[in-house]
C-alpha cells in the first residue's frame, strides 16, 4: 500500500479534525432545526463563493452529484474537478460555518494553477466510512481508490482493482455492513474488504444498466447499497449485508450523473432522486416501491441536474445540498417527509 507524507498536526487542528464534537447552536444545526418535512431552507455559509468552485475556465462541482459528511468531525467533504481543470479538495466545517479549500491531494500528480494533469470529474466518487472517519476518492479512468483519513490528515492509495474494466462516470460506496467499498462501472461490480486489503468481483455477468455515470450510494438504515443508472437507464439494484444483489422496479426517469441529483433519506434511507425536469422521486428499496414527492425547489433546474450536489446529514435529518454558478452558488437543506402509510 502506498503512503504520502502526514501534514503537520496544526494544519489538522486548524480544519477542525481534532475536535469530536461541534460547539452548540451552529448554524447548521439551527436551521435545520427550524425547518418542517418536506421543506427546504437556505443555509447561509462563510467562504462559498465561484471563486472557491473555480478552476481555471471551469468549476469542480461539474459531472457530479455526490459528496460526504464526516460525522465525527461535523464536515462535509468533497474532490472534484473541472472539465481539463484542476482537481480541488473542499470542506465545510460545521462548527465554524466556513468552506475552505484544502491542499490538492498528492496522488492527483497535475498543476492546480494551470489544470494540467490527469483528467475527470467527481461523478459519484467520493465515498465514507463515517465508523472510522476515512474518506474514500476514485480517481477517474484509473484502477485506484485513495484513502484520506480525517483525523491523521493522511493520504493512501488501496491496492488496484486488478482486471476492473476503466473509465470515467464510475461509482462507489461504503457499506458498513460489509466492511469495505463497492466500485461500479458499467454493469460489473467491485467489492474490496478492509481486512483482506483486497478487491474481489460481486457479479460475473454485466448486469443491465447504462455504459457509465452509474450511481452508488449507502444506505444504513436499509443496511444496503443501492446503485445503478447511468447514461439511459433507470435500472436500480439493491446489494444487501450478504452480498446479494436483486433489481428493484426500475426509476421513474433516467438516472445518472448526467440527468438527476441522487441522494439518500438520511433518516428514512429511501433513494431520493431529483431529476433535471424538477421532479423528486424516493424509492423504499425494502419495499421496492418508488413514489412522487411533492417539493418546491429553491433553485431553477432548467432542465438540466448538472452543479448541484448532496450529502445525507443524519445527526440533523437533514440533505445538504451545495450550487454551482449556473444554479445561484448557494448552501441548502432539504428535510425530507416520511411515506405516508
Not at 121 to 133: I, P, R, S, W
Not at 168 to 174: F, K, L, N
Not at 238 to 246: E, F, M, N, Q, S
Not at 260 to 288: I, Y
Amino acid at each position: 500500500m502506498r503512503s504520502f507524507p502526514l501534514a503537520c498536526v496544526a494544519l489538522a487542528l486548524a480544519h477542525g479534525f481534532a475536535a469530536a464534537e461541534e460547539p452548540a447552536g451552529t448554524a447548521l444545526g439551527k436551521v435545520a432545526a427550524g425547518m418542517t418535512p418536506g421543506t427546504w431552507a437556505e443555509l447561509p455559509t462563510e467562504g462559498y463563493t465561484a471563486e472557491l468552485l473555480k478552476a481555471q475556465h471551469h468549476h469542480v462541482l461539474q459531472y457530479t452529484s455526490a459528496a460526504t459528511w464526516e460525522p465525527k468531525s461535523r464536515q462535509v467533504l468533497f474532490v472534484g474537478q473541472g472539465h481539463y481543470s484542476a482537481l480541488k479538495f473542499l470542506s465545510y466545517a460545521a462548527g465554524a460555518n466556513r468552506w475552505t479549500l484544502r491542499p490538492t491531494p498528492p496522488w492527483w500528480g497535475g498543476d492546480p494553477a494551470t489544470g494540467k494533469g490527469p483528467i475527470g470529474h467527481a461523478y459519484f466518487n467520493n465515498a465514507l466510512d463515517a465508523g472510522n472517519g476515512v474518506l474514500y476518492v476514485h480517481q477517474s479512468d484509473t484502477r485506484l481508490v485513495h484513502r484520506y483519513g480525517v483525523a491523521a490528515d493522511e493520504w493512501t492509495t488501496l491496492p488496484e482493482i486488478a482486471g476492473a474494466a476503466t473509465g470515467h462516470g464510475t461509482a462507489i460506496a461504503y457499506f458498513p455492513e460489509r466492511r469495505g467499498l463497492i466500485r461500479v462501472l458499467g454493469g460489473h461490480v467491485h467489492a474490496y474488504d478492509d481486512k483482506a486489503a483486497a478487491w474481489s468481483r460481486l457479479t460475473t455477468e454485466r448486469l443491465p444498466m447504462g455504459p457509465y455515470h452509474n450511481f452508488a450510494q449507502s444506505s444504513p438504515a436499509h443496511k444496503a447499497v443501492l446503485f445503478g443508472g447511468g447514461n439511459g437507464s433507470k435500472d436500480v439494484y439493491r446489494l444487501d449485508a450478504a452480498g446479494k444483489i436483486a433489481a428493484l422496479k426500475p426509476a421513474p426517469v433516467e438516472v445518472g450523473v448526467n440527468t438527476a441529483v441522487v441522494t439518500v433519506d438520511p433518516v428514512g434511507g429511501e433513494l431520493l432522486v431529483l431529476h433535471k425536469g424538477g421532479q423528486l422521486f424516493a424509492c423504499d428499496p425494502t419495499a421496492d416501491a418508488w413514489r412522487e414527492v411533492p417539493t418546491e425547489l429553491p433553485f431553477a433546474l432548467k432542465g438540466s441536474s448538472f452543479d448541484v450536489v448532496a450529502t445525507p446529514v443524519p445527526e440533523y435529518g437533514v440533505v445538504l445540498v451545495f450550487t454551482g454558478p449556473s444554479k445561484g452558488t448557494k448552501v441548502w437543506l432539504y428535510k425530507p417527509a416520511p411515506a405516508k402509510r
